[in-house]
């Protein structure tokens, strides 16, 4: 019989899976801590995955602010005004 139990879940090995593990274990980073395991690559994983994250939603929101200007202003041939 195996006398270890592993309290603390295992660490996910990439930035897809720790953002994973945040949407479905939030307090799993917390109790890997408290277990006293190192989390210092996790907080580098989940922070370049919240910047890209980031930049993901930034570009996405400027497009979309670029394409509905675009399409406001598409009749100034026609002498109607941009808005």
Same mark, same amino acid.
């Given at each position: 019989?195996?006398?270890?139990? #592993?309290?603390?879940? %295992?660490? +996910? $090995?990439?930035? &897809?899976?720790?953002? #994973?593990?945040?949407? %479905?274990? +939030? $307090?799993?980073? &917390? ?12 907080? &580098? ?39």
């Amino acid at each position: 019989m195996n006398d270890s139990i #592993d309290l603390a879940p %295992r660490e +996910p $090995r990439s930035v &897809l899976g720790t953002l #994973d593990e945040l949407l %479905r274990q +939030p $307090r799993a980073g &917390l109790a890997r801590a408290r277990a006293g395991a190192p989390v210092r690559q996790w907080a &580098l994983r989940v922070f370049a995955g919240t910047l890209c994250c980031w930049a993901l939603y930034g570009a996405g929101s400027d497009g979309m602010s670029l394409e509905s200007n675009f399409m406001s202003c598409t009749n100034v041939a026609a002498g109607q005004n941009c808005r």
